[in-house]
């Protein structure tokens, strides 16, 4: 367990890009994930070449590196008309703006089936990434990210998630994970047992070589709830132990991990990544 964790926490870029490296630092961060766009609605803020050199420098100064965008909540690649019209035209133009001023990984959520079934939503969501990885440029790759379940969620399975990269031929393609949306779907990470279990089912399910981020978050819900309710570290149903699991594990502990966890304030943010790096060990 020597490599050195990559920990970080979802900071906004809405004063720019190398403020958000400035953030990152204040709170001991050495990666960090953020919003491409509003991420309640649609609106993209312009990023300037000069922008986007200050924030490549900045990176190499400071040694913050593979940074995670996420879409917006209101994209829904499983969703059908003009659901389905609005997360392709954003899901091309965010790999594109992603790949421009990082050139790392791009989460974003499977979506909904909007009532029409798993497998209906399933196959919406391999329609959407056929029609837009062709017609997208740039190398950022776009991340999957594991569901709770919750209501029509789609992508709370590893063979879900499986299919769909199945059915998409472009290595462009990964997954992120998110510890409280894999505890409520049903997989127990208070144990490192649990955690390797789990692990295994993924490498089975979709190859770990896929798989290139993870959200760590506390679950406020139970095992098996398939409630998307996320809780500080320590401090919920996974607890403190779990989260140990987690961090010690060999495979998860080589990603880039990003907390997710309630705050009011971004600088709460170094206290939970100060307990992260004590429980890695």
């Given at each position: 367990?020597?490599?050195?964790?990559?920990?970080?926490?979802?900071?906004?870029?809405?004063?720019?890009?190398p403020?958000?490296?400035?953030?990152?630092v204040?709170?001991?961060?050495?990666?960090?994930a953020?919003?491409?766009?509003?991420?309640?609605g649609?609106?993209?803020?312009?990023?300037?070449?000069?922008?986007?050199e200050a924030?490549?420098?900045?990176?190499?100064?400071?040694?913050?590196?593979?940074?995670?965008?996420?879409?917006?909540y209101?994209?829904?690649p499983?969703g059908?008309?003009?659901?389905a019209?609005f997360a392709?035209?954003?899901?091309?133009e965010?790999i594109?703006?992603?790949s421009?001023?990082?050139?790392?990984?791009l989460?974003?959520?499977p979506?909904?089936h909007?009532?029409d079934g798993p497998?209906?939503?399933?196959?919406?969501?391999?329609?959407?990434?056929?029609?837009?990885m062709?017609?997208?440029?740039?190398d950022?790759?776009?991340?999957?990210?594991?569901m709770?379940?919750?209501?029509s969620e789609?992508?709370?399975?590893?063979?879900?998630i499986?299919?769909?990269?199945?059915?998409?031929?472009?290595?462009?393609?990964?997954?992120?994970?998110d510890s409280?949306?894999?505890f409520?779907a049903?997989?127990d990470?208070?144990?490192p047992?649990?955690?390797?279990?789990m692990?295994r089912d993924?490498?089975?399910?979709v190859?770990?070589?896929r798989?290139?981020?993870m959200?760590?978050?506390?679950?406020k819900?139970p095992?098996g709830?398939?409630?998307?309710?996320?809780?500080?570290?320590?401090?919920?149903?996974?607890?403190r132990?779990?989260i140990?699991a987690?961090?010690?594990?060999?495979?998860?502990?080589?990603?880039?991990?990003?907390l997710?966890?309630?705050?009011d304030?971004?600088?709460?943010?170094?206290?939970?990544?100060?307990?992260?790096?004590?429980?890695?060990?």
């Open positions: 367990m020597s490599a050195e964790l990559r920990i970080g926490a979802h900071l906004s870029i809405s004063q720019g890009l403020k958000a490296i400035e953030m990152a204040e709170i001991g961060a050495n990666t960090f953020y919003f491409t766009r509003n991420p309640r649609g609106a993209a803020r312009t990023i300037t070449p000069a922008e986007i924030f490549v420098a900045a990176k190499e100064r400071t040694d913050v590196r593979d940074t995670v965008g996420h879409l917006p209101t994209v829904n499983a059908k008309d003009r659901v019209e392709r035209m954003v899901l091309r965010d594109e703006r992603a421009a001023f990082t050139g790392e990984f989460n974003f959520h979506g909904s909007q009532g497998e209906e939503g399933v196959a919406r969501l391999v329609a959407t990434l056929r029609d837009v062709p017609k997208a440029s740039g950022a790759m776009l991340l999957i990210e594991t709770s379940g919750q209501g789609v992508g709370a399975t590893f063979a879900q499986r299919e769909v990269i199945d059915a998409v031929p472009d290595p462009r393609l990964g997954v992120c994970l409280c949306h894999l409520a049903g997989y990470l208070r144990t047992d649990g955690v390797a279990a692990v993924l490498e089975d399910a190859g770990l070589s798989v290139r981020a959200h760590l978050n506390d679950s819900q095992l709830s398939h409630r998307d309710r996320h809780e500080k570290l320590g401090q919920g149903q996974i607890g132990d779990g140990r987690i961090l010690r594990n060999e495979f998860l502990r080589t990603l880039p991990i990003v997710e966890t309630p705050i304030d971004y600088r709460e943010y170094a206290g939970e990544i100060q307990v992260a790096r004590e429980l890695a060990g």
